[in-house]
């Protein structure tokens, strides 16, 4: 059954422009090097933004943005890109982390984490952990200001930055102010929806990126919450959310019941779900439901920063 006449006809020429891929093992390393020549592509905007390509110890590489007017001790987002855990580069964000650079007067680190098959969970996570710590323990010197390092992502990234919250919880470090998820994939035990996942990111897609990441089939009885978040059992303690998705998503329904989740652990959470609107909707600009959403994501942004 096509769920197309639920999707926002807004969104319908982005949606009948796109091309589906299909994932395999072999055919990996031509994805990455087509995503990359289409990153590399894109004609930034032109903003009074500066980025600069940071290595840390792993080594790992970061993205780093920021105002170039901009003086004193900045809050920060550490990003994590979205890509399915198998795919994806910092640089396919970059024009949206000029623009929330400008916009919001932040900086911005945007992490290359080692990617599955070749670096199964929880690799990710851990490049995560440790691109937050030396964003703390190196915050004078990057002019950020320690009490106010955020995370954000989206789809595998979000994945990751939930994981990332239960990390730095369970071992009592550094604590990231709050985390930012948009639609993120955080279940392994995703199920199918009749009215949800038909566009995009469709379950066999998922299924690809979830055994590539665990090194087994999904839905094993002891899978990490570092690998899938919604697998944690506590989730008191955690900083506050942000959780955006499309009703047509794939992930509607494990996005709600972790949101749901969390509001019964004691967590603050902010939730948005956009009707009409499947996975990855708000990178085709134009439509009303993409502008509402891009404006919800950023005022979120901006409150769990400056208050």
Known sequence: MSTKHLVDPELLPALEAFTPIVLATENLPALRAAGAQAFAAIQPPDLPVTVETLTIPG????????????????PAILHLHGGGYVLGAPEMMDTANRTLAHELGC????LAYRLAPETPAPGAVEDAYAALNYLSAHAAELHIDPARIGIKGESAGGGVAAALALLARDRGGVQPAFQHLVYPMIDERT?????????????ELNQFGWAALLGHAPGAPHTSPYAAAA???????????YIATGALDLFVEENLEYARR??????????????????GFDVFAGARVVTTAIRDSTEALRRAMYG
């Open 59 to 74: 080594p790992l590489r970061i993205l780093a943005y920021r105002p170039a007017a901009a003086t004193g001790a900045l």
């Open 262 to 279: 969390l509001l019964r652990a004691g967590v603050a959470v902010e939730l948005h779900v956009y009707p009409g609107a499947y996975h």
């Open 107 to 110: 900086a911005i680190f945007a």
């Open 191 to 203: 199920q199918a929806h009749p009215f949800a996942g038909e566009f995009i990111w469709t379950p």
């Open 231 to 241: 697998r944690a059992e506590n989730l008191a303690g955690l900083p506050p959310a």
